[in-house]
């Protein structure tokens, strides 16, 4: 137990947290079994430890981070831990990487029915199903979403800046003033381009090659969080790979499902199945027209955020295909999207009409809302792009 503080303390004093997530004021830290998911790179382990800091602080033996990797837990149980944890006066373990951990949901079930004073914080990938694929956590584990930066939370990190939440409502009737009040602080759009290739997943701050890491995340996204989570054999991984790379360069369009199923060797049935998979790894996301949803046929398939889109074929990524992947990206956790009708490219909550453009039009349709890249400050239902990356 003691090694378990030494490294509690050590990461709290030597784990930076430069951005204060948005998440940790919308979770209610009074519930006593939180899971806390997300893709593999967006910062869940620094989370836990921002949240520890923020609320214990170095020193303070009733609050414990620990990982379920360490060996230790191949001998002892997550159970015989907790309860010692609670014995010496423990009340808050905050659990990392607890999906390695065989029946984990079982014996967090059985500590948050034992040890009713002790609060369980753990973490996991975005892949697991808390509720429709274990029971044990139905109606106990409050499970949130963390994502990766926004572009708003990017900016505010490299520009120094303090910028708030600015909700669609607000956006959309106010954005000429919102867009000015920004500018009159920053110039956004010399750091918008930035963010759209190396700006999401926050490890671009380690003095690594991101490409690189990159590269490397999503192929243990496809390892570990699809085929380890989803028992799915080895052998198959390279389908996977070639299926991610195909939906890649052709992305954003409608799955060729039978091209796809020959292409990978596999069933249709199987390639649905496998884009679902890595829409829930967050590698994809799929867009459906109203009224429509898996396991049919999406309409088109993205890339989950815009840096995936540039290690595959860097010198082939396409700018509308970009500003597309942008907008569904900071849209979808709060806003229900599908294909758009009369010309747009997405209709938003069923009632507002969106095109996503590169440059300002002359001539536009009243009843549509234009997301402009190339845009500072708007007019009328002229929004520019990056003001988007500002909804959370």
């Given at each position: 137990?003691?090694?378990?503080?030494?490294?509690?303390?050590?990461?709290?004093?030597h784990?930076?947290?430069?951005?204060?997530?948005?998440?940790?004021?919308?979770?209610?830290?009074?519930?006593?079994?939180?899971?806390?998911?997300?893709?593999?790179?967006?910062?869940?382990?620094?989370?836990?430890?921002?949240?520890?800091?923020?609320?214990?602080?170095?020193?303070?033996?009733?609050?414990?981070?620990?990982?379920?990797?360490?060996?230790?837990?191949t001998?002892?149980?997550?159970?015989?831990?907790?309860?010692?944890?609670?014995?010496?006066?423990?009340?808050?373990?905050?659990?990392?990487?607890?999906?390695?951990?065989?029946?984990?949901?079982?014996?967090?079930?059985?500590?948050?029915?034992?040890?009713?004073?002790?609060?369980?914080?753990?973490?996991?990938?975005?892949?697991?199903r808390l509720?429709?694929?274990?029971?044990?956590?139905?109606?106990?584990?409050?499970?949130?979403?963390?994502?990766?930066?926004?572009?708003?939370?990017?900016?505010?990190?490299?520009?120094?800046?303090?910028?708030p939440?600015?909700?669609?409502?607000?956006?959309?009737?106010?954005?000429?003033?919102?867009?000015?009040?920004?500018?009159?602080?920053?110039?956004?759009?010399?750091?918008?381009h930035?963010?759209?290739?190396?700006?999401?997943?926050?490890?671009?701050?380690?003095?690594?090659?991101?490409?690189?890491?990159?590269?490397?995340?999503?192929?243990?996204?496809?390892?570990?969080?699809?085929?380890?989570?989803?028992?799915?054999?080895?052998?198959?991984?390279?389908?996977?790979?070639?299926?991610l790379?195909?939906?890649a360069?052709?992305?954003?369009?409608?799955?060729?499902?039978?091209?796809?199923?020959?292409?990978?060797?596999?069933?249709?049935?199987?390639?649905?199945?496998?884009?679902?998979?890595?829409?829930?790894?967050?590698?994809?996301?799929?867009?459906?027209?109203?009224?429509?949803?898996?396991?049919?046929?999406?309409?088109?398939?993205?890339?989950?955020?815009?840096?995936?889109?540039?290690?595959?074929?860097?010198?082939?990524?396409?700018?509308?295909?970009?500003?597309?992947?942008?907008?569904?990206?900071?849209l979808?956790?709060?806003?229900?999207?599908?294909?758009?009708?009369?010309?747009?490219?997405?209709?938003?909550?069923?009632?507002?009409?969106f095109?996503?453009?590169?440059?300002?039009?002359?001539?536009?349709?009243?009843?549509?809302?234009?997301?402009?890249?190339?845009?500072?400050?708007?007019?009328?239902?002229?929004?520019?792009?990056?003001?988007?990356?500002?909804?959370?």
């Amino acid at each position: 137990m003691e090694s378990f503080y030494r490294t509690h303390n050590y990461l709290l004093e030597h784990t930076s947290s430069p951005v204060r997530r948005l998440l940790m004021d919308e979770i209610d830290w009074n519930d006593r079994l939180i899971g806390i998911k997300g893709s593999r790179g967006v910062g869940k382990t620094t989370f836990l430890l921002q949240y520890a800091r923020e609320s214990f602080g170095p020193g303070n033996r009733a609050c414990l981070y620990i990982n379920l990797n360490h060996f230790y837990f191949t001998e002892r149980t997550l159970v015989d831990f907790a309860e010692e944890f609670h014995s010496k006066g423990g009340k808050v373990l905050l659990i990392d990487q607890v999906f390695k951990y065989p029946d984990w949901s079982k014996e967090l079930r059985y500590c948050y029915d034992r040890y009713p004073e002790l609060k369980i914080v753990f973490s996991g990938s975005s892949v697991m199903r808390l509720k429709e694929e274990n029971p044990d956590m139905s109606g106990r584990a409050v499970s949130y979403n963390l994502r990766g930066f926004s572009f708003r939370e990017y900016l505010n990190l490299t520009a120094g800046t303090a910028f708030p939440v600015y909700p669609l409502a607000e956006i959309l009737s106010h954005h000429t003033e919102i867009a000015r009040f920004v500018c009159s602080k920053v110039n956004p759009t010399t750091f918008f381009h930035d963010y759209l290739h190396h700006g999401y997943y926050p490890f671009y701050l380690e003095k690594r090659n991101f490409s690189e890491n990159l590269l490397k995340t999503m192929n243990m996204m496809l390892e570990v969080d699809v085929l380890y989570i989803k028992q799915i054999e080895q052998s198959y991984l390279p389908k996977l790979r070639k299926l991610l790379y195909l939906l890649a360069i052709a992305a954003p369009s409608a799955p060729n499902v039978s091209r796809l199923s020959k292409d990978i060797a596999t069933s249709r049935a199987t390639v649905m199945n496998y884009i679902k998979y890595l829409t829930d790894a967050r590698l994809t996301n799929m867009l459906y027209t109203e009224g429509e949803t898996f396991p049919k046929k999406p309409a088109k398939v993205y890339m989950h955020n815009t840096n995936l889109m540039y290690p595959i074929r860097p010198s082939e990524v396409n700018g509308q295909a970009i500003r597309e992947t942008f907008f569904y990206n900071l849209l979808y956790r709060d806003h229900r999207l599908h294909t758009g009708v009369r010309n747009a490219h997405f209709t938003v909550d069923g009632i507002y009409h969106f095109r996503i453009e590169e440059l300002p039009k002359r001539r536009n349709n009243p009843d549509m809302y234009y997301a402009v890249d190339k845009m500072e400050t708007g007019r009328e239902n002229q929004i520019p792009l990056w003001l988007f990356g500002f909804l959370y």
